[in-house]
């Protein structure tokens, strides 16, 4: 079974940056569509950046709301996947899972950013 875990999270002031971090065990993320979503609180979840399959080439994709300050990459030597946050700001706070963009995993536990002076 497919599990995924969040990591990478925590206090940051506004303006900081952090970078998330997901590892996958039981199979190989660069086969898929992947996605880092985010759920703040009262909110639904929403997907805020994706990249594509390496055998769809890897073309990335942002929301509006972290255009240009988030980034999302992979590293298929490690199996693993990541959300480079800079220029964060309060309303970037909200738990932080990744996931396929299609055809769901089980969720993880995901990871807290919280973004506070």
């Known amino acids: 079974q497919v599990q995924v875990v969040e990591s990478g999270g925590g206090l940051v002031q506004p303006g900081g940056s952090l970078r998330l971090s997901c590892a996958a065990s039981?199979?190989?993320?660069?086969?898929?569509?992947m996605g880092w979503y985010r759920q703040a609180p009262g909110k639904q979840r929403e997907l805020v950046a994706n990249?594509?399959?390496?055998?769809?080439?890897?073309?990335?994709n942002y929301g509006d709301s972290v255009q240009g300050r988030f980034t999302i990459s992979r590293d298929s030597a490690k199996n693993m996947l990541y959300l480079q946050m800079n220029s964060l700001k309060p309303e970037d706070t909200a738990v932080y899972y990744c996931n396929r963009v299609r055809n769901l995993f089980l969720w993880g536990q995901g990871t807290q950013v919280t973004v506070s002076s």
């Open positions: 039981g199979t190989d993320f660069s086969l898929y569509d």
């Open positions: 990249i594509a399959s390496i055998t769809s080439g890897g073309t990335r």
